[in-house]
């Protein structure tokens, strides 16, 4: 699929699609639950879908109307369900269902597309073999696909924080082992998906405690997960290009359904762009968004939400000065390596960009429509087309049918507030 994107002047207001990461944790957790659980407002395309595959392949049972989707649980029985688990391109998924697949003794393999082929699991593997799991990988030398068996037997682990999914996968089996578990973080990047993990244990009366800095967890056994029910809430990464493009054209954009009293730490953007001079009017799950003067460039640290970095990097071309985007290594780790991808198409188009080991120096630059490729990574297509909206003639964006991994409705609720897009195949 390709998006043809011209300059754009945007107006209106946009329903924020369901958060990919609310999705998945209670997925994972309506799937261990003894019991039916009720899920209110899923993401079910992309990521979201393959979660609910993943829950399936555990042994889940389900069904949906309208939008609500009821899952009955696999309670203690781990033997349920298949041996292979293909999560397409879902990073998150992947590694949140791996250490749930690893509570039995049923060895499970765990695929994907060519992305996810290409992303890091062995820091996690290797912190399940100390708590018990056998693992291998199959196509060495990368880290998927690979088989993973348990069970679980507890004890004491030490796991890489380079992505906080590490830890938040392991957090959410460890109540359903027998013995008490003991993780030890180095590195932890990502702290506001942690407490994502943690707000979603609190909510489940899973007994566990945390040291003040984060370095140390402890998850009491033989606990289970209770049924529950759930409304899924709107997504601030999702967020992030609807407010973003509101600063780059102008807005006033209205985003709904977002509740800033949500854990999500992407709702810091909405603080990154008063900084920068973007007018922010918080509301009861809404905010407006305006732009009334200069953006001005700053430094802005994302590694507390890496998901922003495309959608920023475009802002920092028409920021006043410099931007610098700084302390986000693990950016280079998702779907693709998006500090060098999002300087490489940046630059097609015109931009005074450098790319460092941990980030981008943004320069103010006038870009220019081309052909870019937002190599299957549905935040680079989004930002892609952030950046097609201010630029100087049309851009052609391919691989865009990978915005559905989050955002299936975005060309559709784009259009509606102003946007210059269409669709060609």
């Not at 009720?38 to 595959?53: F, H, N, Q, V, Y």
């Not at 298949?82 to 695929?111: E, H, I, M, Q, V």
């Not at 990368?142 to 993973?148: E, M, R, S, W, Y």
């Not at 029910?229 to 493009?245: C, E, H, K, N």
Request: proline content about 4%.
């Amino acid at each position: 699929m390709i998006w043809k994107v011209n300059k754009s002047k945007l107006k209106g207001a946009i329903t924020v699609p369901p958060s990919k990461s609310h999705t998945i944790r209670a997925l994972l957790i309506a799937t261990l639950a003894d019991g039916e659980s009720t899920i209110e407002c899923p993401l079910l395309e992309g990521d979201g879908r393959s979660a609910l595959d993943a829950a399936e392949g555990l042994g889940a049972k389900y069904g949906i109307s309208n939008e609500t989707l009821k899952i009955k649980g696999i309670g203690t029985n781990y033997t349920l369900g298949t041996d292979k688990l293909f999560l397409g391109n879902s990073g998150t998924g992947t590694r949140l269902f791996t250490s749930a697949a690893a509570l039995g003794d049923r060895p499970r393999t765990f695929d994907g597309d060519e992305s996810l082929r290409t992303r890091p699991m062995k820091p996690l593997l290797k912190a399940l073999s100390k708590l018990g799991a056998r693992y291998s990988l199959l196509q060495e030398p990368g880290d998927v696909p690979f088989t993973i068996q348990g069970p679980l037997t507890g004890g004491e682990t030490t796991v890489s924080g380079i992505t906080s999914q590490f830890l938040s996968s392991i957090l959410f089996a460890a109540p359903c082992i027998n013995n008490k578990t003991t993780i030890h973080v180095e590195n932890l990047h990502e702290k506001p998906y942690v407490e994502m993990t943690l707000w979603w244990l609190n909510k489940m009366n899973i007994k566990h405690e945390v040291s003040d800095d984060f370095s140390t967890f402890t998850v009491y056994g033989n606990q289970s997960y209770p049924s529950f029910q759930q409304r899924i809430p709107g997504d601030f990464s999702s967020a992030t290009f609807g407010a973003v493009a509101a600063a780059l054209t102008g807005g006033p954009v209205t985003l709904d359904n977002i509740d800033f009293s949500d854990p999500q730490g992407d709702k810091e953007v909405f603080a990154i762009l008063e900084r920068m001079g973007v007018t922010v009017e918080r509301r009861q799950n809404s905010a407006l968004v305006n732009t009334q003067g200069k953006i001005n460039g700053i430094e802005i640290d994302l590694n507390t939400m890496p998901d922003a970095l495309p959608a920023f990097s475009v802002l920092g071309c028409i920021a006043k000065g410099t931007t610098s985007i700084v302390n986000v290594k693990q950016a280079r780790i998702k779907e693709t390596d998006r500090i060098k991808v999002m300087a490489g198409e940046l630059s097609k188009m015109g931009a005074n960009i450098e790319e460092k080991d941990d980030g981008l120096i943004i320069h103010k630059s006038k870009l220019k429509g081309c052909k870019v490729n937002g190599q299957n990574d549905h935040r680079v297509v989004m930002a892609l087309a952030l950046a097609g909206m201010v630029a100087e003639g049309e851009t052609i964006i391919e691989t865009a049918e990978s915005a559905a991994v989050t955002y299936p409705a975005f060309v559709e609720d784009f259009v509606k507030v102003g946007a210059d897009i269409s669709i060609s195949y």
